[in-house]
């Protein structure tokens, strides 16, 4: 048996958990959703505060935020997504990513800081799987 294209599971979760091409209409997801996720507990335990958006637009808001806003170079595969060219993104809201302003290295090691930023990257093909994230050196004395 083959599939032509993987399946569609529509969306689940908590919202502050999703990833971002899910809160922008993505219904054939895969397990890089929830590596995703996993980055998103990372950030929140070592934060201590979640990053909460009212409704999807607000969550993806607040991430763009943080991350910066995708750019083709980045994402390719953002303008694809069905719910993209609906996003109204106020002026504010930069491109830069701000990641390391949030965990600066006296609260996360580099190394640990390679597996955040890993996770939560908004471009699916460059998202840490499990199996490379563990690979990692911050997980070396584990």
Not at 11 to 23: D, F, I, K, Y
Not at 99 to 108: G, Q
Request: glycine share 8%; net charge neutral; charged share 25%.
């Amino acid at each position: 048996m083959s599939m032509s294209k993987p399946a569609s599971y529509g969306q689940h979760g908590t919202r502050r958990c999703m990833a971002p091409e899910m809160l922008l209409g993505k219904n054939d997801y895969d397990a890089t959703v929830d590596m995703w996720s996993l980055g998103y507990v990372m950030a929140e335990l070592l934060s201590g505060k979640p990053l909460d958006g009212e409704d999807d637009a607000q969550q993806l808001l607040t991430i763009f935020r943080i991350l910066g806003m995708p750019l083709f170079t980045i994402w390719p595969d953002y303008e694809s997504l069905p719910l993209a060219g609906k996003l109204v993104t106020p002026p504010h809201v930069i491109s830069r990513n701000k990641l390391r302003e949030h965990f600066p290295e006296d609260r996360l090691s580099k190394e640990g800081f390679e597996v955040l930023k890993g996770l939560l990257s908004c471009n699916i093909s460059k998202r840490l799987s499990a199996t490379t994230a563990l690979r990692r050196p911050w997980f070396a004395n584990v």
